[in-house]
């Protein structure tokens, strides 16, 4: 089989089963542009162990205004042409919402969220630059509705840094919190690594997710499985993406 990888990958991600947080579906938002990336990108997914891919484009305001029926259209794009490119991964599709005015309308008029898994998992984020003012209200309101909230990459909210007790906030509130797993190599930056280590030490991180957009996150993924915080991550205790 064609590898992307220059170098022998010498470990995997197999232990996790499936990732739940990525742009790999083609020409929705800064992930894939193309099929071909797309196809690109699930092979890569698939040598590095992954079974089970659930793609999660960015909703978000007129940036990104993707919706089930566009997400749908290139999902079965891509899915059309997994076994001719020699993908075996499972593939399914949810989105990533920004909480924003247009996530609170959708919530409060009740409007189907694009979700995954058993326990109704909806993946959300903030703005890097300051919390959202809607997210408590958006969590209660989607765990009153059957949902399961997500919040995606806490440890990329600088904003949180200087204010940790935030993440146990979150958990008390029944958030579940994902890490991206690029946060761990130093990608964002040294202050996001030790964010994420530390969250991982406190044993607050429920789901890990590639948050992967490009070959270059691949690399970065396959240079993780290299690094002494590879060994944590494939002996933590509280990953949850097999079961979703």
Request: aromatic share 12%; proline share 5%; net charge negative.
């Amino acid at each position: 089989m064609f590898s992307i990888f220059k170098k022998k990958v010498l470990g995997n991600f197999s232990f996790l089963y499936a990732d739940l947080h990525n742009h790999i579906l083609p020409g929705l938002d800064d992930g894939a542009k193309t099929l071909e990336d797309s196809i690109e990108l699930l092979l890569g997914m698939q040598q590095l162990g992954y079974q089970k891919i659930i793609c999660t484009p960015h909703i978000l305001g007129n940036i990104y205004p993707n919706t089930p029926d566009t997400i749908a259209v290139a999902y079965q794009s891509v899915k059309s042409v997994l076994v001719e490119n020699g993908i075996h991964l499972q593939l399914e599709f949810a989105a990533e919402y920004m909480v924003d005015e247009n996530f609170v309308d959708a919530v409060h008029k009740k409007q189907p969220l694009l979700c995954f898994g058993e326990k109704k998992c909806v993946l959300i984020e903030m703005s890097y630059l300051a919390p959202s003012p809607y997210l408590e209200e958006c969590v209660f309101q989607l765990i009153v509705e059957g949902y399961q909230p997500i919040l995606a990459h806490p440890e990329r909210y600088n904003y949180y840094h200087k204010q940790p007790e935030k993440y146990k906030f979150w958990k008390e509130k029944g958030c579940w919190l994902q890490l991206n797993a690029l946060s761990l190599t130093g990608y964002y930056g040294k202050n996001v690594k030790q964010a994420a280590e530390k969250l991982l030490s406190e044993q607050l991180i429920d789901l890990l997710g590639s948050d992967l957009h490009h070959t270059q996150h691949l690399y970065a993924l396959q240079y993780l499985c290299s690094t002494a915080n590879y060994r944590i991550l494939s002996q933590y205790p509280n990953f949850k993406n097999a079961i979703i």
